[in-house]
């Protein structure tokens, strides 16, 4: 299937203000890209890539003063069919873990291991370890936030989205990650773009999406605590520790969003 990603985005300005954005798709995705998600600007600006410590492609502007649009469009082949996790899913012991997974043990930004460890053993400590594990964690979660975007705020955290019940994809993934974590299985806080195909129509308002990636198995896994069920269409832009390593704009400076669109949608719309 042939799936057409892409966004429009508008910064209004009143200085020159510089830019970090994390708006590429992932490298990890390069055999299945058709058409390249070229970073385009207007006014055109100068663009320096570069990739941070997590693998993930930025970019670094100068917005202009007034109005700048960021768009891009991409196409790629993937699967028609839901996706399929791994068999192999146990869980490893930390002292023969990989040395990259242990950055995705420890507490972060959004995810406070220290103040959910001893909810995650009470809830999950008599559970399967491994993939079996994940998966209750994710039930938990999907079970336990309600979904709305008027419960959406930059600075809510796990322990928060845990004492509120409510939130968005990004607190559904950051709670999942800290209860992982605090398990000692390592997780992986994942951006990106997630299609409706396979879902009831009319499909809603096209946005970015969080979930999280858990080390079990001895690969890199990937779980949706939002949808808990296997998706169509799938793209990773980006993984980090949790959203602050994967903001879309870091802005330095005064900047107002004033427009935000995003299509991820079969080439073929009537699909």
Known sequence: MKLRVGYALTYDS?????????????????EDVLVAD?????PPVAIRHYRDGFGNLCARIVAPPGRISLTTTALFEVSDQPEARPAEG???????????????????????TDLLSNVAWQMFGNSAPGAARVQAICDFVFGHIGFGYQYARPTKTAWEAYQEGRGVCRDFAH???ALC????IPARYCTGYISDVGTPK??????FAAWFEAYVGGTWQTFDPRNNVPRIGRVLMARGRDAADVALSNIFGQSTLVSFD????????SA
């Open 14 to 30: 009143p200085q020159p203000t510089p830019m970090m954005l994390m708006l590429n798709t992932h490298f990890s995705r390069v």
């Open 202 to 207: 009319p499909w809603g308002t096209m946005d």
């Open 38 to 42: 070229l970073l385009m600007t207007d």
């Open 90 to 112: 146990w869980q490893s012991p930390v002292e023969d873990l990989p040395d990259e997974c242990l950055v995705f043990l420890l507490g972060s930004r959004y995810c406070e």
């Open 262 to 269: 995003v299509r991820c949608e079969p080439e073929d719309a």
């Open 175 to 177: 709670l999942a990650v």
């Open 181 to 184: 974590r605090a398990m000692n």
